[in-house]
């Protein structure tokens, strides 16, 4: 089993009809959580994590297909595509 690096005694409390807990600003920010997050139940308890998204930014589509040494030896034959204008730096 994993070793916590700290724990906290949170209370539970009621929102509305719910429950829920209330977690410090500066544990959020640490743990970069903006307006929403991921629970899993494991075996364990319960982890929240950030929400991962699943889209790639075209900076990592680049970073990841330079990484897999593409071959762009049929490069010339794309130039027509309108990628060649875009102002990103791999």
Do not use: C, H
């Amino acid at each position: 089993m994993e070793k916590s690096l700290r724990s906290r005694d949170i209370k539970i409390v009621p929102i509305g009809n719910s429950l829920g807990v209330r977690l410090p600003k500066a544990l959020l920010q640490k743990y970069g959580f903006t307006d929403s997050l991921v629970l899993e139940e494991t075996e364990q308890g319960l982890l929240l994590r950030k929400k991962q998204d699943d889209k790639l930014s075209w900076v990592d589509t680049y970073k990841a297909m330079a990484k897999a040494g593409e071959d762009w030896s049929e490069y010339d034959s794309t130039l027509l595509d309108g990628l060649e204008n875009d102002d990103i730096d791999p």
